[in-house]
């Protein structure tokens, strides 16, 4: 099995897409477009042998010394040595602690089926099944067909019945190794999986043109295996410089835990984001925000923020603590630009800097704003999400842009803009802003 590496604009535009899916909750009629992703295909030379043993072994190494480090029981070593395309399940499960004790209670069910229509095999090898979330493990081999540039057009989960699961967020990430392309959805689910038969479609497209195949792998859900929800109701409010923050109640799963806040409406700041929320039991070892998957849904009033799982683990003290969080003042989010001189005529502060013109994109130019020094959580802050024109016209983005360092080194942001259709000075809301407030927060959690 070969893998379908991706160009340089195509894996920048899918690290976009991954930022932008991760940090948001889309609605339903959005999503069909939020997960189309770029697969180019391209030929591969084959390589010495000498190289793919050093390589194997390589990795094994690696993948003894992760193990060992992460001091998991012997059901997690003998899953991750036995199931195809280990590599990719070490890439997984490093980043999320909570998934390594998913495998380690044999939580993960097992399929292995497949479906192949013009020379594609798409494979659904495992799943992890909760009361808040379905977690699909998939991979597609195209190495015995022709097409040079295919994306996942659409990807759904139906029951016995052809009714489709209803869910309110998706993720999707690709893990890539040498040996194949692995991709990881998770849905969140607005009911319980309940019955025993399901079938994972997905439809395929080379460039714009509809592969016309729906590929359809069956699996089935041991019930036996699917996670129950544990709820703990909170209801603390804190005073962070006087904002008020009401932390309401923990949902914990075996594949994440959602912590529900509310912000009050008087507050004289907007808060975007709480940075270092996590769970710390009495030894401090923590559990922080997911990096893989949707790290939170909601808006600025009502947020769920979702942590890394301590499902299976029974600590004598746990605390959910926080201490930073990105705000702003409520009478400082508007920004205005003029955007035939570049010049920025409305802005918080002096930390929005910068507003340039460049031709990035094949169909059209891009407006690009850059930070006056380098913040640590740039790469993860998407600032504006609509704008309105000089008419009063609001346009919404569908995709956005992020460098790690432009013409001087630093971070820039911004959205395809055509200054022969729209010119003059535009507005907008932000929706994230490099500015802080703290306070020690920590709470007991009973469990």
């Keep these: 099995m070969r893998r379908i590496p991706m160009p340089n604009r195509e894996e920048e535009r899918l690290k976009e897409l991954k930022m932008k899916i991760n940090e948001r909750e889309y609605p339903e009629r959005a999503i069909d477009e939020a997960i189309r992703m770029g697969i180019q295909k391209a030929n591969r030379s084959k390589k010495p042998s000498y190289l793919w043993k050093t390589a194997l ?79 699909l493990f998939y991979n597609v081999d195209s190495s015995s067909s022709s097409f040079e540039n295919l994306r996942i057009d659409k990807i759904q989960v139906v029951d016995e019945y052809g009714e489709e699961v209803a869910f309110n967020s998706l993720s999707i990430d690709a893990i890539d190794s040498k040996e194949e392309d692995m991709y990881q959805s998770n849905y969140g689910l607005k009911e319980t999986l309940n019955k025993e038969n399901y079938t994972m479609e997905i439809e395929l497209s080379n460039g714009d043109e509809p592969l016309g195949d729906t590929w359809e792998i069956p699996f089935k859900v041991n019930q036996n295996k699917v996670g129950k929800t544990k709820d703990i109701h909170l209801n603390q409010e804190f005073l962070v410089e006087g904002q008020k923050i009401l932390v309401k109640t923990i949902k914990a799963s075996p594949t994440r835990v959602g912590i529900q806040m509310e912000f009050s409406s008087e507050n004289t700041k907007r808060i975007f984001d709480i940075e270092d929320l996590r769970l710390v039991d009495e030894n401090g070892e923590t559990w922080s925000r997911i990096s893989n998957g949707l790290s939170a849904s909601g808006d600025f009033e009502e947020k769920t923020y979702y942590l890394q799982s301590n499902y299976f683990e029974n600590p004598e003290e746990l605390y959910l603590v926080f201490s930073k969080i990105r705000a702003l003042e409520k009478d400082k989010l508007e920004v205005k630009v003029d955007t035939e001189e570049l010049k920025i005529l409305r802005a918080p502060d002096e930390r929005l800097a910068k507003v340039e013109y460049e031709e990035i994109y094949d169909e059209t130019g891009a407006l690009l704003f850059s930070w006056d020094v380098r913040y640590e959580q740039a790469n993860h802050m998407s600032p504006i999400q609509s704008y309105k024109d000089a008419g009063g016209e609001e346009h919404k983005l569908s995709s956005q842009y992020h460098e790690g360092g432009g013409s001087e080194g630093l971070p820039r942001f911004g959205f395809p803009y055509d200054r022969d259709k729209v010119s003059g000075v535009i507005t907008f809301e932000l929706q994230d802003y490099p500015s802080w407030i703290e306070g020690e927060v920590k709470i007991p959690v009973e469990q």
Excluded: C, W
Excluded at 74 to 84: C, G, H, K, L
Excluded at 89 to 99: F, P, S
Excluded at 128 to 135: F, K
């Design 57 to 135: 072994a390589a990795s094994l190494i690696f993948l003894v010394l992760f193990i060992s480090s992460l001091r998991v029981s012997e059901t997690f070593a003998s899953y991750v040595s036995n199931i195809p395309g280990m590599e990719q399940i070490v890439e997984m499960v490093r980043q999320d602690k909570g998934m390594v004790s998913v495998i380690d209670n044999d939580f993960v069910q097992e399929v292995n089926n497949s479906a192949a229509h013009q020379g594609i095999t798409i494979t659904l090898n495992s799943f992890i099944a909760d009361q808040e979330q379905l977690v």
